[in-house]
């Protein structure tokens, strides 16, 4: 079963940086697409970037777009999301989930996070706080 396991998150003034990485293991294959979330309180989770398993493919929300970089290191089974231009309104919990779906090897999405039956994405990690304050 996959696991998934987030850091780099904390506490970063307006204007700062931080790298989260996601760490994937149980995996044989890297045959997997890896999103990332985030959700503030008392709002609902949203998609923020995700990489195909091939690397080929990425997407980014339209409010991170040219701040955020999502990367993927399969050698070493790790997916980074490097935040710059960090703002208050980035303050959540981020996750990283793994799509293990078909289209995967050069295709992602964050459009959808819930369906009727649950989750979009399959495996997801326990989350890393980001806090963007002065």
């Known amino acids: 079963q996959l696991r998934l396991v987030e850091s780099g998150g904390g506490l970063v003034q307006p204007g700062g940086s931080l790298r989260l990485s996601c760490t994937i293991s149980?995996?044989?294959?890297?045959?997997?697409?890896i999103g990332w979330f985030r959700q503030a309180p008392g709002k609902e989770r949203e998609g923020v970037s995700c990489i195909s398993a091939s690397g080929s493919s990425t997407k980014y929300r339209d409010s991170v777009k040219g701040r955020f970089t999502v990367s993927r290191d399969n050698a070493n089974s790790t997916v980074h999301l490097q935040m710059n231009s960090l703002q208050p309104e980035d303050t959540a919990v981020y996750y990283c989930?793994?799509?293990?779906?078909?289209?995967?090897?050069?295709?992602?999405?964050?459009?959808?996070?819930?369906?009727?039956?649950?989750?979009?994405?399959?495996?997801w990690g326990q989350g890393t706080q980001v806090t963007v304050s002065s």
């Open positions: 989930a793994a799509d293990l779906g078909p289209g995967v090897a050069v295709g992602c999405d964050i459009r959808v996070v819930r369906t009727p039956t649950g989750y979009a994405y399959d495996y």
């Open positions: 149980g995996f044989t294959s890297d045959s997997y697409a």
